[in-house]
């Protein structure tokens, strides 16, 4: 099966610059989540999705960011305006249901450098 | 709320020998225990994972990992190291039943030296 689908790979804009990140999830795989990850950290949540309703956004900073995943399937996660802080690579990754049980399945992350 | 720590950044290992990358965790609950490796400029793919049962959990590429709840620990292990496996590791936990919410520590990078 297709793995998780981000684009794009790489993003380099100037800060205060709006950007927007795409994720398609495996086929089937109803929840879906949105990382941050600094370098040389671990993946922080920023929000999950079950099906179309965003049921954990608590870490998703509200003032700059946004996320959205219409009908369910594919989604995107935009920053406006972007700081320099924001500089990390997001990390999109989907699994089967909201089973606590279920492994995550990772796409390859889009890597933001905010200049 | 739940927490899990890696406390060495780095590993080296020769090849050949046997690698452990350790992991401890907190939660009030039951925990669900996760380990997830990253290559360079790729997304974490899953390892293997501890719900319940046998407390020693076979995964993917030979590794394996030991639930001891006494000591809250959940170490990653491989009885051969290869050169193939320098990367970058992640342990993860959440609470199992309660709260869907996967915390992961921040990763211990493992050399494997030929």
């Known amino acids: 099966e297709a793995g998780v689908v981000q684009s794009p790979r790489y993003k380099i804009i100037e800060k205060k610059q709006p950007v927007a990140f795409w994720c398609n999830p495996i086929s089937g795989h109803n929840t879906l989540y949105w990382y941050l990850q600094n370098l040389g950290q671990g993946p922080e949540l920023l929000i999950r999705y079950e099906n179309e309703e965003a049921v954990d956004d608590s870490q998703l900073p509200k003032d700059r960011f946004s996320a959205e995943r219409l009908k369910g399937v594919d989604s995107t996660l935009k920053i406006q305006p972007a700081e320099l802080g924001d500089s990390a690579v997001y990390l999109c990754a989907s699994s089967r249901s909201q089973g606590s049980y279920n492994e995550q399945f990772f796409g390859p992350g889009t890597r933001l450098t905010v200049l | 709320a739940q927490s899990v720590a890696q406390p060495e950044d780095q590993v080296n290992v020769a090849e050949g020998n046997p690698l452990t990358v350790k992991c401890t965790y907190s939660v009030s609950g039951n925990p669900y225990l996760f380990w997830y490796v990253q290559y360079p400029n790729r997304g974490l793919q899953f390892l293997l994972k501890?719900?319940?049962?046998?407390?020693l959990v076979k995964g993917s590429y030979g590794f394996e990992a030991e639930f001891n709840k006494s000591q809250t620990s959940f170490h990653l292990k491989k009885p051969s190291a290869l050169v193939s496996d320098s990367a970058l590791y992640f342990c993860a936990v959440r609470e199992g039943a309660r709260d869907d919410k996967i915390i992961f520590g921040k990763g211990t990078r493992l050399h494997i030296l030929p």
């Open positions: 501890y719900i319940t049962g046998d407390n």
